[in-house]
């Protein structure tokens, strides 16, 4: 039998395909499949987008939009971010394909768990679009269900401005001290808001490890992917250890 590689989930933010401005920014996305293609040659990568660059369902409910019909417009914005990726990862030289939870056979696949294994076997790149197919749940916590339900090893967080989990906000607090490693039961009690609480919760109750990093500087995404040390590991049964 032959060892099987390495599989991760990673989760990218809507955010980090506009370059902080609406829309799909072609330079930024561009660098970023490149990163993702060097190391999608070893690694199994299955991919988690936002849809925060086009719309977000609950700053729109916030202005008076109905919760759900808002979150499915987020839902949507997420499928453009996928076809884009889609196609920059395969300028740099990855195989992929495009899994929705929202049915939309002409541009992507449904939502299939086996096949997405397969596809993965085979070295292709998967990117899930449409979050969870429902309102309610955010693209942090569908990236930690896709990840259990394909059996990756471990959920990566990019995250766009913060390069791990801090014990405050950074941005406000200038004594905020950057955390090498914390439990998901302190994260929490701690109420620390880098990921969604539920991503939190359903990652501890099934003892799936998480890597929270920034993008920043180039080169990060690869070597997450590659599993270098960076960033801030979250998991189960790990103190807090601040840098």
Known sequence: MTERKRRVMLKLSGEAFGGGALGVNPDVVSAMAREIADAARTVEVAIVVGGGNFFRGAELSER???????DYMGMLGTVMNSLALQDFLEQAGAETRVQSAISMTQVAEPYIPRRAERHMEKGRVVIFGAGAGLPYFSTDTVAAQRALEIDADVVLVAKNGVDGVY?????????????DRISYQEALQRGLKVVDSTAFSLCM?????????????AGNVTKAILGEELGTVVSNGEPALAR
């Open 64 to 70: 008076g939009m109905d919760r759900g019909r808002a």
């Open 205 to 217: 109750d099934n003892g799936m490890p998480m890597l929270v990093f920034g993008m920043e500087p």
């Open 167 to 179: 014990t405050d906000d950074p941005r406000t607090n200038p004594d905020a001290r950057k955390l």
